[in-house]
């Protein structure tokens, strides 16, 4: 469930430029149509959670491949399934969790599209108790700066000119290619401070241009911000996106303390996912509670976007049940604020015994963070 109501938030198409910086500046993420394309095929996101015993942050970027099937729905398929997929396996550790993870978003996407469709795909998974992870499949790459404050490249491109030496921009393996994937999984090495994961759109600047604009500028923020400018002045022939983070900066105090939240964010906002644990299976109600950070702060409705949850169909399934022990382990700190009730879209079957339970699963929209940056 958790996997369906991701990929419908993600698909939220971009036109223009959106940026967003979460986590007091150690996190950015942006994303540009480019100037000759109609559509916007990239999706970049962060996926913050804990356990009982660990932190994690994964940040992944995925690019619909241009010219095959469904490129937007593949990526939009592939990141989803990627994060649900990391949040299912967190606790067998970093390198199972996030190899299992691009495996099952292969396979995903290769069902829907039957080897006619895919998408790139580059992430790293932070924990705070195992070891740090990349993992990159296509032409998507991954950039680090190191303490000495050289630029370097931590990914090798799929493709034909990077990979065998040849002369074509093919790529040799995909998200969605189905039998015989070859993920590039590796620790991250420990003398990186800054780490920028970029789509193709990026790659039109030349690797002098690039790394001379994340040694100057003073923050990762101002690094997307340049890049983005940079790659539409080189003639933005792509989609262009990247997501940073600043290791220096970057620390798990800013998760949330119940294990039952889960946080996305993206370009375009972050929103809280309560009761999400993929572990455990659930029962969605139709009823669905929103809240507006901007409205909080004392704002009239119509000075706020409306929240994107109002796009997000749930359905209730009488099939999918929880056990009692899930609902006394949510904290009153991770329930919703009293709102006028609802009524709900269709009853519950009354035949369902006493054991079953239905637990709200509420999101949280916070677009006060958002920054828009629409190019003209």
């Known amino acids: ?17 959106k940026m967003q910086s979460i ?27 804990r356990t009982s015993t660990a932190f994690y942050t994964v940040i992944a970027v995925v690019d619909g491949m241009g010219g095959m099937r469904d490129g937007e729905k593949s990526a939009e398929l592939a990141i989803s399934t990627f994060f649900s997929t990391v949040l299912d396996n967190v606790h067998l550790g970093s390198e199972h969790a996030i190899m299992k993870a691009t495996q099952t978003a292969n396979n995903a996407v290769f069902e829907f599209t039957k080897g006619k469709g895919g998408s790139t795909l580059s992430a790293i998974l932070l924990c705070s108790d195992d070891i740090n992870m990349t993992v990159n499949v296509g032409d998507s790459r991954i950039y680090a700066r190191n303490s000495a404050l050289k630029v370097i490249r931590l990914t090798v491109d799929d493709s034909l000119a990077e990979a065998v030496g040849g002369s074509g921009t093919e790529l040799l393996q995909f998200i969605g290619m189905g039998e015989g994937i070859r993920p590039h999984v590796a620790p991250l090495i420990p003398e990186v401070k800054q780490v920028y994961l970029t789509t193709d759109g990026v790659h039109y600047i030349e690797p002098q241009t690039l790394s001379d604009i994340i040694k100057h500028a003073e923050t990762i923020t101002q690094v997307i911000e340049r890049l983005i400018a940079t790659a539409r002045w080189c003639g933005g022939p792509d989609n262009a996106t990247i997501c940073a983070i600043d290791l220096e900066l ?9 294990t039952a ?4 964010s993206d370009p375009l906002g972050s929103m809280l996912f309560i009761g999400c644990n993929s572990n455990v299976e659930q029962q969605i109600t139709p009823e669905k509670l929103t ?8 704002a009239s409705p119509n ?7 109002d796009e997000i169909n749930t359905s209730t399934s009488v099939d999918e049940q929880v056990q009692k022990p899930i609902e006394e382990a949510m904290t009153e700190a991770t329930k919703p604020p009293k709102r006028k009730k609802h009524q709900p879209k269709k009853n519950v079957d009354k035949q369902s015994t006493e054991g079953e339970i239905q637990i709200m699963m ?12 629409s190019s003209k």
């Open 362 to 373: 509420t999101i949280f929209d916070d677009v006060s963070g958002e920054k828009d940056d």
């Open 250 to 258: 970057f620390n798990f105090e800013e998760h949330a303390d119940d």
């Open 303 to 309: 000075q706020s976007e409306k929240p994107v949850t």
């Open 291 to 298: 809240h507006n950070k901007a409205q909080d702060a004392g």
């Open 1 to 17: 469930m958790f996997q369906k109501l991701l990929q419908k938030h993600l698909a939220r198409g971009i036109l223009g430029r």
């Open 261 to 264: 939240v889960v946080q996305i």
């Open 23 to 49: 986590d007091k500046g150690s996190i950015a993420l942006a994303s540009d149509l480019g100037l000759k394309r109609t559509e916007n095929q990239d999706r970049t996101a962060v996926m913050k959670f």
